[in-house]
T-cell receptor
């Protein structure tokens, strides 16, 4: 089955700096890679995702890059703010299209990264 | 929509007791997932349903765990009998046509 490794486990940055979290996956068939942010006492929330047919995707201060050959993908947060402090999870899955849209592919999560942004 | 609603938020029970966790998915969503989160194992998928039918329960750890979805707006995860190693945060999530999964706030279970 799929195995996702995530690094680092903890990351501490100063406000305004950039933060990078990296993940590797084992199953070359995986084609969907979401990133989740989990704040204290809450459930994970999707912040950005990328599919295997693109190499990079940006959404304001957040970007994700994917290297399918090397089987790794990364989350980049620029101009970090204290409210970015949370646990971040990467995940990988295999999604396929069907008549109704996209079929669900089981998500395999990384171990999580605790990001702390100091004011 | 209020999002995915889980109850209770916290549960403390004694070893050997039955525990029932409840979930109300987002209206109209056709997928429902139960996850368990622990420090040691991270986020694990226990079981998921599509249109109220269990599709994959390979993540359910033991026969002590069971899940049901009697209708599109309600699901339960039951542990009987509970053990201290079941202590974790249990999340329910729902999705429309396999797209983005929306998670509930979770139920923190402590078995003493």
């Amino acid at each position: 089955g799929e195995n996702v490794e995530q690094h680092p486990s903890t990351l501490s940055v100063q406000e305004g700096d950039s933060a990078v979290i990296k993940c590797t996956y084992s199953d070359s068939a995986s084609n969907y890679f979401p990133w989740y942010k989990q704040e204290l006492g809450k459930g994970p929330q999707l912040i950005i995702d990328i599919r295997s047919n693109v190499g990079e995707k940006k959404d304001q201060r957040i970007a994700v890059t994917l290297n399918k050959t090397a089987k790794h993908f990364s989350l980049h947060i620029t101009e970090t703010q204290p409210e970015d402090s949370a646990v971040y999870f990467c995940a990988a899955s295999i999604r396929s299209a069907n008549a109704g849209g996209t079929s669900y592919g089981k998500l395999t999560f990384g171990q999580g990264t605790i990001l702390t942004v100091h004011p | 929509d209020a999002g995915v609603i889980q109850s209770p938020r916290h549960e403390v029970t004694e070893m050997g007791q039955e525990v029932t966790l409840r979930c109300k998915p987002i209206s109209g969503h056709d997928y429902l997932f139960w996850y368990r989160q622990t420090m040691m194992r991270g986020l694990e998928l226990l079981i998921y349903f599509n249109n109220n039918v269990p599709i994959d329960d390979s993540g359910m750890p033991e026969d002590r765990f069971s899940a049901k979805m009697p209708n599109a707006s309600f699901s339960t995860l039951k542990i009987q009998p509970s053990e201290p190693r079941d202590s974790a945060v249990y999340f329910c999530a729902s999705s429309l046509r396999g797209q983005e999964a929306f998670f509930g706030q979770g139920t923190r279970l402590t078995v003493v």
